[in-house]
């Protein structure tokens, strides 16, 4: 462990000092993680760190968290970390191994909770937003059936033990009553997210009265609103209750309402679901509606359940495999195309580029790729007709990696020289790249510029990580045609929040009313009417 000796050659585990090089023996990931007693989000976050890490410790994966902690006092520290089960660099070395730490790695930790992963064979930073990797490795034991996932959240743990709720349903006669019961977690349910159970405290003996004792699971619901709306309004008792206090969760024909005794407990609610559903990667997103009673006093936020689909999950996969860097390409595979052939011989242009004076100017000159040598997708040069077979090393060129799109016709930078006039829009476009752009007029007009389009196209697709996609604004005459060339792990993440959207605005698929006018009906134990 020579590339750790910033670390010290000492870290706690437990209460006993053990030196550095024993300690991380076998370990093949390793997570700095900065943290403090006093900071809330870290007293949140470090439980369900805490599952992860129990699991993957009984799994063997030679995982370990080292603590580097922000306290101000000793007694904080050894409070703190008493509640964790991996090493810790000691207290009194933890403000010089800090900076040690952040020099090391070339980066710096202005925020906490932060947790850097590292690679401790070679003692280089592999992920800097560590705590995203936790949530990833949280989803992925949950699936697999690890409960702990689920009840590493307090909030979980709390609502596990109930919580008191004043429950509201429909009778007989249609009226609105309120039943005492208490709320609890439970993952004693068929759903593999577990279950909303209450249990009606003091049952009346009145046998008209039936028991509104019932359950939710989890991987039913659509949507939860925080708030006072539709059944709590129209209560007899509902109008002394703060809106905070309020929440309802829907899912299907079914509709759990009610109120608890503090903004906290609601917060616990709220936090429980979010959390629960968020191991199996569904999650809650905000409704843009907002429903209330016509007053401030009662705002509703809507939250609707986006579930994770299959189709989501091989895009987030294909994501994930192009974050890791881009795929070599063949250079035989660039080059078996005649049109890039042809482009490879060159193609006579007049190109419109800027003089020393920053003045558009035309020059005849030739475009020519290659592929070998030049960039991962190869290059694309500019020079003088004469030295295509070999351009020289200060002619322009444009990589393929870098091109960002294309556009057709006259340009500004065309219009602006002598010999726009002359050009025609058809045999005229401009490839554009992050520090610039080139514009031409292929001499051969309309055929070579579809001859240039196809020859790009080919070698995009090649690349595996890009896509080409052709935009068209107007019609007739007036149509402007351009091509966007985008990275797939942006067009994955852009589909992914697009399906997002769709289910958050699918009403059919989803039914979450935010204004709801009328009382709704209940089932699973409770009074199933209206």
Known sequence: MDKLGWLGDTLLSGRKEVPTKDALSGVKTLGIYFSASWCIPCKKFTPLMQAVYEAKKEANEGFEIVFVHRDREKKHFEDYYATMPWLAVPYDKAVKIGKDIQLALKTKVSSIPTLLIVDPKLGILIEKEGRARIHEYQQELAMKGDKRQLTSHDAVKRLQKGIPMSFYMLNQVKGVEIRQVILKYTLESKGSQGALVWTEINNSSDTFKKDCSGKL??????????????????????????????????????????????????????????????????????????ASDGSVKNPVVGFRVIR??????????????????????????????????????????????????????????????????????????????????????????????????????????????????????????????????????????????????????????LSKDKKMSKVSEGHGKFEKVSYKVESLEDVFKRQL??????????????????????????????????
């Not at 906290?264 to 559903?277: G, K, M, N, P, R």
């Not at 602006?416 to 031409?440: F, H, K, N, R």
């Not at 605005?505 to 709704?520: E, F, M, R, S």
């Open 217 to 290: 699971d989890l991987s039913e619901i659509d949507g939860i609103s925080m708030g006072k709306s539709g059944i709590i309004l129209k209560s007899p008792g509902g109008g002394g209750v703060a809106s905070s206090q309020c929440f309802s969760l829907n899912a299907g024909p079914k509709t759990v309402a009610g109120h608890v005794g503090s903004l906290e407990e609601a917060q616990c609610v709220f936090d429980t679901v979010s959390h629960v559903l968020g191991c199996g990667k569904d999650r809650l997103s905000q409704d843009k509606k907002l």
């Open 308 to 461: 994770w689909t299959t189709e989501m999950e091989e895009m987030e996969k294909k994501r994930k495999q192009l974050q890791k860097g881009p795929p070599p390409v063949d250079v035989k595979k660039l080059v078996d195309n005649k049109d890039v052939k042809a482009l490879s011989k060159g193609v006579n242009i007049m190109a419109y580029q800027l003089d020393d004076m920053q003045l558009p100017k035309a020059q005849k000159m030739c475009l020519v790729y290659k592929a070998k040598k030049a960039g991962r997708l190869g290059t694309l040069f500019w020079c003088d007709r004469r030295k295509k077979r070999r351009p020289p090393v200060d002619c322009g060129k444009l990589e393929l990696e870098d091109l960002v799109s294309i556009s057709l016709g006259k340009q500004t930078r065309i219009l602006q020289t002598s010999a726009a006039t002359m050009a025609e829009a058809e045999g005229c476009m401009s490839l554009i790249g992050p520090s610039g752009q080139l514009s031409i007029e292929a001499e051969e007009g309309e055929n070579d510029v579809d001859l240039i389009i196809r020859a790009i196209q080919h070698i995009i697709q």
């Open 497 to 530: 929040e697009l399906q997002n959207d769709q289910e958050q605005q699918g009403a059919g698929k989803v039914n979450v009313a935010l204004d709801w006018q009328a009382p709704i009906g209940f089932s699973g134990g409770a009074y199933a009417g209206g």
